[in-house]
């Protein structure tokens, strides 16, 4: 089959060419990728994977939708099935996975990361990990949900969910994570304040339901967030940009308030500031794709029409390189995806 295989670091590591067609393991179905995403992690994939326990060579690509062409016995699944890749391959057995909270898994798999993924013709993934693709929408929109709109439901509504009446700081609005954020935030009726590097993005925000925009090239951050917010800060900050942003996402909390991060693309060792964290009593977590209970939800939002996925740009397999570099550079607006059409 054609794919997308990562055989060395950096660039020029990354090939398009044949690749053994998936062998299914018992339990797992087949599905023909009809597109898939392009994020961050790939990126990271391809110039470090360093943390990240796998060998080379390696097919990329977490997020996915296409096709089932071949089923276990027994499976839930028919051939012929529009499905989504849930791209986590969980033990189904550990205490994280018994209480339905698969990202905290203790012994998983991860499509494009651990194991082979959705950047080829045909992807086997335990059958479990297919969940049905909403109707009415495109392979290239379904191709967005498994990670950069999972990631944002998880961390929109997991662990301390947004509220209505809440007002939110989202950093570096024009990401896929970050523009997923906003749709949810617009979705339930909180306000939504969003930096970025253009007054080109952050117009584009307005029209996806932003209050207010901030240039942090030319505007101070956490001084133009007090201003909006009448002295008191935000409720909740959304920050995967890490050493660049952090400073003001601490000073743009009200006390009591909560960074959610899940990524640092400008670096992961930013100051913690602790007095300001205990004297205001801030909370800061984590979070990771989401779990299986989430992504129904998220595909139920999706299906009733409430979030329409946001595509900057599809590219072919055989030009997923400008899909990288487009994506390193910050040139996207939403979510880049790759038309696996062999
Ligand atoms: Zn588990």
Known sequence: MKAAILESRGKDGLRIGDFADPKPAPGEAVMKVRAG????IDLYMRDSGKGITHELPLVLGVD???????????SHLKIGDPVLVYPFAFCGRCAACNRGDQPNCVKFDICG???HGTFAEYIAMPAKCFLPKPEGISWEAAATLPVAYLTAWRMM???APLQSAETI???GVAGGVSSACLQMATMIGAKAIVTSSTDEKLAWAKGLGAAHGINYRDEKVAKRVMEFTEGRGVDMVIDNVGDASWGDSLRSLRSGGRIVTCGATTGAHPSADIQRMFARQLTVYGSTLGSVEEF???IDVVARGKIEPIIDKVFNLDDIASGFERMDRGEHQGNLVVDIDC
């Open 37 to 40: 995403g392009i994020n961050r």
């Open 64 to 74: 996915g939708a296409g096709e089932i062409v071949e089923v276990p016995e027994g």
């Open 113 to 115: 990361e651990t194991r």
């Open 157 to 159: 509504f997991g662990k």
């Open 169 to 171: 700081l989202i950093m």
């Open 296 to 298: 129904r939800a998220l």
